[in-house]
């Protein structure tokens, strides 16, 4: 038996795969002021796991710290005269026209650079000694002001390591406990701001990560549980509690990171080639794509405005969630970024809320039908959700119901936006996807999403409203690995090129059996960044191990033009940095549907684009080869709404199938 958490904002999710393939699914309220007592909570009340083969958790303790501010505060110790690297940061800003753009703050104050003696050529050569004054002075304001954590960022580090590991050492022997990030092993590449600044989020999340993994590690342990805990990364795969405490960084982004292994697993298995993952649950909408079955992996990410060096899956998120807030400001109706949560939640859990929410807005609709959330733990109160809409209707000037389909419509417009950025904007074609739609709310927005985006088909998977935690049961070991080149094709060597994939190749094989993997059994991909002279921004390229430079610069060519649409003249090309992926085979079998519980099929009434329409009530249990809209189908953990106009019909894997049957008006 296979059990994977993911602790959302509004929601904790529980996916449990028996011995026989069968899924079942648990839903309870997250506990936002204690992450750790939240999932354990959860794992209580779904499963004894005593039983199981394997925990997967998929957790945002870091990125909550990062987004909120509320990591540790790090000390970071860098080469005199870089003190002002992270300050400064790049030119780069988001809105070009805006001339009072406020820059992203980020994680450190000024005061905590430390400045040490030290220098470090680009070549590797050693120009400058430490001090041994200047290290007792960083030990000294350690000791007096009570740090916890400590980024060492020097220069050329990547070229050199010996004078990070110097600090490293003797930090550690002074101040045994301190959370000590080193930039040469956080983010080994190319661009010293961008490495100043991952080393210091992993600095900045490392006690927040450390203490929850510890926390649940320690909880599982009393509950019998006797094997290591597994970590979902976010680059799509799974690692070690203890692994992912080196570099808790990795974690930031490991719930929405399930969905993609999920949206990948069922791509393969319906034999789909491009997807469009959507996954909307109670505070965001997080969407993804998966083309030719491949998973889309990028090597950097941006949070809120601050750069993070590491491999994580291609994802767009944005403020439309189940619980996203309705408000007006000069007579316009807005819709979040503010969100309910889970505590207290929209209006219509009727645990405490006011506030009008895009779920309470749904319920007005009437495209929650009666049904009951979080394994019928919360029921739904249409009244309560009426009440919360009324008075800003009354300020609109709207009926309670024109409001709620503004609502819909707005957090409609915004995830539409968010998904064309993951396709026009990318050089796809977007009516060349399926939408495949989960979270709680997914399902409820996908058809309409479809329209806006001239889609014809909607796929919603099997647990969809625990699909993140159905992915992560499917993830298998993952671990990337890097190192710089930052030389032109021209003077690069094949061999040279080789010998560092192979180096790369050997760590990659040590890290995979450290996480109990035959690295026999695992796959391993060789890429390279690679740019033209003189620009920033290099395009990762995957060839074999061993293939000649002028291979890379070739493949690197015509990825660009297919990606660019054009290149003036011939430039030079160089490579920034060697990389390789390490993937575990595959973890279990595909499972299939939950069961569902007896019911029957009823009829109500849905509003639909301001009219209220007669629609067919049931769960997915009784949807038979085909079901027409207006339909509303219960589903574990989640609900789909069938609009006129489209079709739903139980599909392969405990799928349910939406079609389009009409052309759009």
């Given at each position: 038996?296979?059990?994977?958490?993911?602790?959302?904002?509004?929601?904790?999710?529980?996916?449990?795969?028996?011995?026989?393939?069968?899924?079942?699914?648990?839903?309870?309220?997250?506990?936002?002021e204690?992450?750790a007592?939240g999932?354990?909570?959860?794992?209580?009340?779904?499963v004894d796991?005593?039983?199981?083969?394997?925990?997967?958790?998929?957790?945002?303790?870091?990125?909550n710290?990062?987004?909120?501010?509320?990591g540790t505060r790090?000390?970071?110790?860098?080469?005199?005269?870089?003190?002002?690297?992270?300050?400064?940061g790049?030119?780069?800003?988001v809105?070009v026209?805006?001339?009072?753009?406020?820059?992203p703050?980020?994680?450190?104050?000024t005061?905590?650079?430390?400045?040490?003696?030290e220098?470090?050529r680009?070549?590797?050569?050693?120009?400058?000694?430490i001090?041994?004054?200047?290290?007792?002075?960083?030990?000294?304001?350690?000791?007096?002001?009570g740090v916890r954590?400590?980024?060492v960022?020097?220069?050329?580090?990547?070229?050199?390591?010996?004078?990070?590991?110097?600090?490293?050492?003797?930090?550690?022997?002074?101040?045994?406990?301190l959370?000590?990030?080193?930039?040469?092993?956080?983010?080994?590449?190319?661009?010293e701001?961008?490495?100043?600044?991952?080393?210091i989020?992993n600095?900045?999340v490392?006690?927040?990560?450390?203490?929850?993994l510890?926390r649940?590690?320690d909880?599982?342990?009393?509950?019998?549980?006797?094997?290591p805990?597994?970590?979902?990364r976010?680059?799509?795969?799974?690692?070690?509690a203890?692994?992912?405490q080196?570099?808790?960084?990795q974690?930031?982004?490991?719930?929405?990171?399930?969905?993609?292994?999920?949206?990948?697993?069922?791509?393969?298995h319906?034999?789909?080639?491009?997807?469009?993952?959507?996954?909307?649950?109670?505070?965001s909408l997080?969407?993804?794509?998966?083309?030719?079955?491949?998973?889309?992996?990028?090597?950097?990410?941006?949070?809120a405005?601050?750069?993070?060096?590491?491999?994580?899956?291609?994802?767009?998120?944005?403020s439309?969630?189940?619980?996203?807030?309705?408000w007006?400001?000069h007579?316009?109706?807005?819709?979040?970024p503010?969100?309910?949560g889970?505590?207290?939640?929209p209006?219509?859990?009727?645990?405490?809320?006011t506030e009008?929410?895009?779920t309470?807005a749904?319920?007005?609709?009437?495209?929650?039908?009666?049904?009951a959330?979080?394994?019928d733990?919360?029921?739904?109160?249409?009244?309560?959700a009426?009440?919360a809409?009324?008075?800003?209707?009354?300020?609109?000037?709207m009926?309670?119901?024109?409001?709620?389909?503004?609502?819909v419509?707005?957090?409609?417009?915004?995830?539409?936006?968010?998904?064309?950025?993951?396709?026009?904007?990318?050089?796809h074609?977007?009516r060349d996807?399926?939408?495949?739609?989960?979270?709680?709310?997914?399902p409820?927005?996908?058809?309409?999403l479809?329209?806006?985006?001239?889609i014809?088909?909607?796929?919603?998977p099997?647990?969809?409203?625990v699909?993140?935690?159905?992915?992560?049961?499917?993830?298998?070991?993952?671990?990337?690995?890097?190192?710089?080149?930052?030389?032109?094709?021209?003077d690069?060597?094949?061999?040279?090129l080789?010998?560092?994939?192979?180096?790369?190749?050997?760590?990659?094989?040590?890290?995979v059996?450290?996480?109990?993997?035959?690295?026999d059994?695992?796959?391993?991909?060789?890429?390279a960044?690679?740019?033209?002279a003189?620009?920033?921004?290099?395009?990762?390229v995957?060839?074999p191990?061993?293939?000649?430079?002028?291979?890379?610069?070739?493949?690197f060519?015509?990825?660009y033009?297919?990606?660019h649409?054009?290149?003036a003249?011939?430039?030079?090309?160089?490579?920034?940095n060697?990389?390789?992926?390490?993937v575990?085979?595959?973890?279990?079998?595909?499972?299939?549907?939950?069961?569902?519980?007896?019911?029957?099929?009823?009829?109500?009434?849905?509003?639909?684009?301001?009219a209220?329409?007669?629609?067919?009530?049931?769960?997915?249990?009784?949807l038979?080869?085909r079901?027409?809209?207006?339909?509303?189908?219960?589903?574990?953990g989640?609900?789909?709404?069938?609009?006129?106009?489209?079709?739903a019909a139980?599909?392969?894997m405990?799928?349910v199938?939406?079609?389009?049957i009409?052309e759009?008006?």
């Amino acid at each position: 038996m296979r059990v994977a958490i993911d602790a959302g904002g509004t929601f904790t999710d529980v996916a449990i795969i028996d011995e026989s393939g069968r899924i079942s699914s648990h839903k309870v309220l997250s506990h936002p002021e204690d992450p750790a007592m939240g999932m354990l909570h959860a794992l209580d009340e779904s499963v004894d796991v005593r039983h199981a083969s394997a925990v997967v958790n998929g957790t945002t303790a870091g990125l909550n710290a990062v987004l909120a501010r509320t990591g540790t505060r790090v000390l970071v110790v860098t080469t005199a005269g870089f003190e002002d690297v992270v300050s400064i940061g790049r030119a780069h800003r988001v809105d070009v026209w805006e001339l009072r753009y406020p820059r992203p703050e980020h994680l450190v104050a000024t005061g905590d650079v430390c400045g040490i003696g030290e220098r470090i050529r680009a070549d590797g050569t050693v120009e400058r000694a430490i001090p041994v004054d200047d290290l007792a002075e960083v030990s000294s304001r350690v000791s007096r002001e009570g740090v916890r954590s400590v980024a060492v960022c020097l220069l050329h580090a990547t070229s050199n390591p010996a004078h990070e590991l110097a600090v490293r050492d003797f930090l550690a022997a002074e101040h045994p406990g301190l959370k000590i990030s080193v930039s040469h092993e956080v983010a080994p590449e190319v661009g010293e701001f961008e490495r100043f600044s991952s080393t210091i989020v992993n600095a900045y999340v490392a006690t927040t990560v450390g203490e929850y993994l510890s926390r649940v590690t320690d909880g599982l342990a009393t509950r019998g549980y006797d094997r290591p805990l597994l970590v979902m990364r976010s680059s799509g795969g799974v690692t070690s509690a203890a692994s992912a405490q080196r570099r808790p960084m990795q974690t930031l982004l490991s719930g929405p990171a399930g969905g993609v292994i999920g949206a990948q697993a069922i791509s393969r298995h319906l034999g789909r080639s491009h997807l469009l993952a959507l996954d909307m649950g109670g505070t965001s909408l997080d969407a993804s794509v998966v083309v030719d079955q491949r998973l889309a992996v990028r090597a950097d990410l941006d949070i809120a405005g601050i750069p993070v060096l590491m491999p994580v899956v291609d994802l767009v998120t944005v403020s439309a969630g189940g619980g996203s807030i309705a408000w007006a400001q000069h007579g316009a109706l807005h819709v979040g970024p503010q969100s309910a949560g889970g505590n207290p939640g929209p209006a219509c859990y009727g645990l405490g809320g006011t506030e009008p929410t895009v779920t309470d807005a749904n319920v007005v609709l009437g495209r929650l039908g009666h049904a009951a959330l979080a394994n019928d733990a919360v029921a739904l109160d249409r009244t309560a959700a009426v009440g919360a809409l009324a008075p800003l209707a009354t300020e609109l000037g709207m009926s309670v119901e024109a409001l709620a389909q503004a609502i819909v419509d707005i957090t409609d417009a915004r995830m539409s936006d968010a998904l064309r950025t993951l396709t026009v904007r990318r050089g796809h074609d977007p009516r060349d996807f399926s939408i495949l739609a989960f979270g709680g709310a997914g399902p409820l927005h996908a058809a309409a999403l479809a329209d806006e985006l001239g889609i014809t088909s909607v796929i919603v998977p099997p647990a969809a409203g625990v699909f993140s935690a159905w992915g992560m049961l499917h993830a298998p070991v993952r671990h990337d690995l890097s190192e710089p080149l930052l030389v032109g094709s021209g003077d690069l060597a094949d061999a040279d090129l080789e010998e560092v994939h192979a180096r790369l190749l050997v760590r990659a094989r040590e890290l995979v059996a450290a996480d109990g993997v035959d690295p026999d059994a695992a796959g391993y991909v060789t890429s390279a960044d690679v740019r033209y002279a003189g620009q920033q921004f290099s395009i990762t390229v995957e060839l074999p191990l061993g293939s000649p430079v002028g291979a890379w610069d070739k493949l690197f060519r015509e990825r660009y033009e297919r990606t660019h649409g054009t290149v003036a003249g011939h430039p030079s090309t160089e490579f920034v940095n060697a990389r390789v992926t390490a993937v575990g085979p595959d973890v279990g079998e595909y499972a299939a549907a939950e069961l569902m519980p007896d019911s029957v099929v009823t009829t109500g009434t849905v509003v639909h684009h301001g009219a209220p329409v007669e629609a067919v009530f049931c769960n997915r249990g009784l949807l038979g080869d085909r079901r027409e809209g207006p339909a509303v189908v219960s589903d574990p953990g989640s609900t789909i709404y069938v609009p006129p106009g489209w079709s739903a019909a139980a599909g392969p894997m405990g799928t349910v199938l939406l079609s389009r049957i009409e052309e759009r008006p």
